[in-house]
């Protein structure tokens, strides 16, 4: 599949990505065969540039980092520490989530990362996780976890598919944690459904698949919302949705274009702020103008 021998990696967490741009999805999850490929054919494409990120994100890795540290005391029949829970939510915020591997690259600092109107400081941050404090104390109360942020993988489609599920409850029933800033919750089906296919190949099918959601709210309380996900129905999206991008993924490799992956302008990501690739010759589709004649 891949120009090189070694086996593609497909992130769980990306596939949400590739169902709403699977060329913005390419771009961030296969960028060394991008640039391979694409210095074969004589077009070179440079795929280096790093992902921005954003404020609403890093306060999403500090909600997560709270969430943790309070299942994992309960885990071992203990009570966290607030100041101690505290102390970490807040350098979360200030310098992103502790590195998964040495090999990570750092996150930005705070004061680097793009503004957020809606989040236009850390006290700001602060003061919307502290809304989201009932929400989590019931999420806390009623999970029952075996493990948090498991790494699972199971080789499908000519991809070695990775995932690290925020927790995984007795009767394998996996979550999910989410911040979200509208009242409707984002769907990421194709995600769970992806959790839930690792899973199944280990031979750990899932019997449950939950998205916790906790709302960034500025002057009252969050509510946590509960979305559950039909677990056959979103593995066989996931499935289908994975031997898509396998059929992309070969016909990049073959041809060296990049119009083997479908680009979606309509997305309201399709902007430099959210897309790697805008600015590219990866994608043009921010090269469309409107021409007014009078």
């Known amino acids: 599949m891949s120009a090189s021998t070694d086996t593609p990696k497909l992130r ?12 913005r ?3 961030r999850q296969f960028a060394a065969i991008i640039a391979e490929v694409s210095e074969k054919f004589g077009r070179p ?3 280096s540039r790093p992902f921005k990120g954003s404020r609403a994100a890093r306060l999403g890795h500090a909600l997560h980092r709270k969430i943790e540290l309070l ?3 309960k885990m071992e029949s203990q009570v966290a520490p607030q100041e101690l829970v505290e102390q970490a939510t807040l350098e979360t915020l200030y310098e992103g989530p502790p590195l998964r591997n040495p090999t990570d690259a750092p996150e930005l600092a705070w004061d ?4 957020d109107d809606n989040i236009a400081d850390v006290e700001t941050a602060l003061k919307m996780i502290d809304n989201m404090s009932s929400a989590i104390d019931k999420h806390v109360a009623k999970s029952k976890p075996l493990a948090l942020e498991r790494f699972i993988s199971a080789p499908f489609a000519g991809f070695e598919l990775t995932g690290h599920p925020d927790q995984i409850d007795e009767e394998i029933i996996v979550k999910d944690n989410k911040s979200h800033s509208g009242t409707n919750p984002k769907y990421y089906g194709e995600q769970f459904g992806g959790y839930g296919l690792i899973l199944k190949e280990m031979g750990e099918k899932p019997t449950a698949l939950e998205q916790n959601n906790f709302q960034r709210l500025k ?3 969050s ?3 509960v979305m559950q996900y039909i677990v056959d129905d979103v593995i066989k999206d996931a499935e289908n949705l994975i031997h898509r991008t396998a059929n992309n993924l070969e016909a990049y490799v073959d041809s060296g274009d990049p119009s083997a992956f479908h680009a979606n302008p309509h997305s309201p990501l399709c902007s430099p702020k959210w897309c790697d690739a805008y600015g590219t010759d990866w994608c043009t589709r921010h090269k469309q103008g409107v021409t007014t004649i009078v």
């Open 45 to 47: 494409i440079d795929t």
């Open 71 to 73: 299942l994992n005391a």
């Open 25 to 27: 999805g390419a771009f």
């Open 12 to 23: 769980m967490s990306s596939l949400s990505t590739f169902a709403d741009c699977p060329r």
């Open 223 to 225: 509510p946590l919302r």
């Open 112 to 115: 680097d990362l793009p503004e």
């Open 219 to 221: 002057e009252k309380e």
